[in-house]
C-alpha cells in the first residue's frame, strides 16, 4: 500500500510523498469486476447498495477517484451530504471536469460562492466548451454580487449551446439586476420559446414586466407560472403585489392569504398583506400582519435581551410599568409611530425613548416621552423594550379615528434666526418661498433588496411650478449634477439650492417653519 500523500516517501528521499513519487506510482485499484458492479447497482437506481459497496472499496483503495465518484453519485441521489467524497474525487481526479463542476454545485448550494467559482474555473480549464461549468460559473458570480462577469458567463455558455432554457432565463434574471429592462424580457421570452411550460422564467418575466410598469402584462405572466406550478407561494405573493398596484385591492389579499397557506412562515407575504390591509381601513388584522416587518427583526438583533411579540402581549396596559421605545425604519416611520406615545404615556410610571441621533433632540422638544436616550445602555432599567412600530396594535388602533394626530417639532429659535439671516443675505426677505424636492428614498442598487424609492421627473415639477410669484427653495437631499441649472431654465422665478440644510435636521426644520409652500415627493 503506498504510503499517505502527506507522509514521507519511502524513497528514501526525505520529501512528502505527494512532492515525491505519488505521480510516479500508480495507485492500486479495484478490479475490473468490481467497477462493472458499481455499474450495476448504478444503473439500476440502488444506490444505498451503490454507496455500500463503494465505501467497502475505498478501504483497500483510498486513492480510487473513480470509486469517490461514484460514491458521490450514490450520496447525492440519497440526498445525502456528499461534499468530503467530492473533495475526494477531485483530489484523485484532477483532470476530471465533471467532478470539478459537480464540487461547485455543492459549494454553492452552501452559500460558498467563491469557492464554486473557482471550482467551476477548474472545470472549464479542463473543458473550455462545458456549457454546464460556464453557466454555474454565472450563478457563483451572480451570488457574489459579480454581474457583468455572470452576463458573460451565461453568454458564453448559450454560444455553445443556445437551446438552454434555464440559462436564457438566468441570463434574463442578471440583465433585470443590472436594470437592462428590454433585454432582460428578451432573454426570459427566449427561456419560454424553448420551454413554455417554465413557470420560474413566466414567474422572473413577471418580476421584469411590473418594474416596467406593465402591470397587466405582469400579471398575466405571474397567472401563467401559477397555471404550472400552483403551489409556489413566491408567485402567489408577486401577482398579489401587482394587483395591488392595479388597485385590485381583494384580489390582492387573496393572493397574500394564498402564498401563506402554502409558507405560513413567509414575512414577504405578511408584510404585503399588512400593507394591503391597512390601506383598506382593516386595521386590527393589519396591525397583526404588521409584526412580521423587516425593521422588527432589526431591532430584535439590536436589543440585547429577549424582544416579546406584541401580540403576546394583548391585551396590553401600560398601567404601572416602565418602558422603553426603540426607534425603528427611517426617520419618518420613527416621528409617524411616536404619535401615539402621550397614549402610553398616560398610565405608564414611566417612559424612555431610544432615539436615533439625527432627531434625539426634536425629540425632547416634542415632549412625548418623560426622557431621551441615544444607547440604550445609558437608560435605567425598565419593564419592557417596545419598538414604536407595534404602538397600534398594542393601543388597539382599529379605526381612522384612534390615529393621534401628528407630533409637533417645534424648530429653535436660535436655528430659525440663522435660517432667516442666510434668507436675507440671499435677498429673500419678504419674498414667497416655495421649497421643492423631486426625489425620495433610495434608488435601486444591483443585487441589493429593494428599498421605497418615489420620484418625478424634473420636467413635471417644473410645469407645477412655472407660475410661482416668489422663489422657488431646493430641499433636495444630494442632486445630481445638473438638476438645479435644468430647473433654473425651466421656471421663471429665482432658484435657490439649500440642498446642504439635509446634513442638519435642525436647520431643516427651520427652514420648512419658514417655508411658505412645499411641492415634492415625501
Known amino acids: ?61 483510498p486513492e480510487a477517484g473513480l470509486v469517490w465518484k461514484l ?18 474525487a477531485a483530489e484523485f481526479l484532477p483532470k476530471d471536469a465533471e467532478v470539478h463542476n459537480n464540487l461547485a454545485l455543492i459549494l454553492q448550494s452552501l452559500g460558498q460562492h467563491a469557492e464554486a467559482s473557482a471550482s467551476c474555473r477548474r472545470a472549464l480549464a479542463l473543458a473550455p466548451d462545458f456549457v454546464e461549468a460556464h453557466a454555474n460559473l454565472g ?22 449551446n443556445p437551446h438552454v432554457a434555464e440559462i436564457h432565463s438566468n441570463l434574463g434574471a442578471v440583465l433585470h439586476e443590472l436594470q437592462q429592462f428590454d433585454e432582460a424580457v428578451a432573454s426570459h421570452r427566449r427561456a419560454l420559446a424553448l420551454n413554455p411550460k417554465y413557470a420560474a422564467a413566466h414567474n422572473n418575466l413577471g418580476n421584469v414586466l ?3 410598469g406593465q402591470l397587466d402584462s405582469a400579471a398575466e405572466s405571474f397567472r401563467q407560472a401559477l397555471a404550472i406550478q400552483p403551489d409556489c407561494a413566491d408567485v402567489h405573493n408577486n401577482l ?32 404585503n398583506l399588512s400593507h394591503l390591509l391597512l390601506e383598506q381601513g382593516d386595521f386590527e388584522p393589519g ?44 426617520i419618518g416611520d420613527e416621528l409617524f409611530f411616536l404619535r401615539f406615545a402621550p397614549h402610553l404615556r398616560a398610565d405608564a410610571e414611566w417612559l424612555g425613548y431610544w432615539s436615533t441621533s439625527k432627531v434625539h433632540s426634536l425629540i425632547e422638544r416634542a415632549g412625548c416621552v418623560d426622557q431621551v436616550f441615544s444607547r440604550l445602555d445609558e437608560a435605567p432599567p425598565r419593564d419592557l423594550i417596545i419598538p414604536v412600530g407595534d404602538l397600534p396594535l398594542l393601543l388597539a388602533c382599529n379605526s381612522t379615528a384612534a390615529i393621534p394626530s401628528s407630533l409637533r417639532f417645534p424648530p429653535t429659535e436660535q436655528h430659525v434666526a440663522k435660517v432667516r439671516q ?50 422657488v427653495v431646493v430641499l433636495q437631499r444630494a442632486p445630481a449634477a445638473g438638476e438645479i ?14 440642498s446642504e440644510y439635509n446634513d442638519d435636521l435642525e436647520s431643516m426644520l427651520a427652514l420648512l417653519d419658514v417655508l411658505d409652500e412645499y411641492v415634492g415627493v415625501s
Open 1 to 61: 500500500m503506498n504510503p499517505g500523500r502527506n507522509a514521507p516517501c519511502t524513497c528514501g528521499s526525505g520529501k512528502k510523498y505527494k512532492h515525491c513519487c505519488a505521480g510516479k506510482i500508480t495507485p492500486r485499484t479495484p478490479a475490473p469486476a468490481d467497477f462493472n458492479q458499481l455499474a450495476d447497482l448504478f444503473r439500476a437506481g440502488r444506490y444505498a447498495e451503490l454507496e455500500g459497496r463503494a465505501r467497502l472499496l475505498l478501504d483497500p483503495f
Open 71 to 88: 460514491l458521490c453519485i450514490s450520496l447525492q441521489m440519497q440526498g445525502k451530504d456528499a461534499l468530503h467524497a467530492l473533495h475526494k
Open 139 to 160: 450563478n457563483a458570480l451572480k451570488d457574489l454580487g459579480q454581474f457583468d462577469a455572470a452576463v458573460a458567463s451565461y453568454r458564453r455558455a448559450l454560444e455553445i
Open 210 to 212: 411590473r418594474d416596467l
Open 240 to 271: 398579489g403585489a401587482a394587483l395591488r398596484v392595479l388597485g385590485r385591492f381583494d384580489e390582492a389579499i387573496a393572493c397574500s392569504r394564498s402564498a401563506l397557506a402554502i409558507k405560513p412562515d413567509y414575512d414577504t407575504a405578511h408584510i
Open 287 to 330: 396591525w397583526q400582519e404588521y409584526e412580521w416587518r423587516d425593521a422588527r427583526g432589526a431591532v430584535e438583533r439590536r436589543v440585547p435581551a429577549s424582544l416579546p411579540k406584541a401580540s403576546s402581549l394583548l391585551p396590553f396596559t401600560s398601567r404601572d410599568k416602565r418602558i422603553m421605545l426603540c426607534h425603528e425604519q427611517g
Open 422 to 471: 442666510h434668507l436675507s443675505e440671499l435677498g429673500l426677505t419678504g419674498q414667497r418661498l416655495l421649497g421643492v424636492t423631486w426625489r425620495g428614498g433610495s434608488p435601486p442598487v444591483p443585487g441589493k433588496p429593494k428599498t421605497l424609492f418615489k420620484q418625478i421627473g424634473l420636467d413635471a415639477l417644473a410645469g407645477a411650478i412655472k407660475d410661482w410669484k416668489g422663489a
Open 485 to 498: 441649472e435644468q430647473l433654473r431654465t425651466q421656471v421663471s422665478c429665482p432658484v435657490h439650492d439649500f
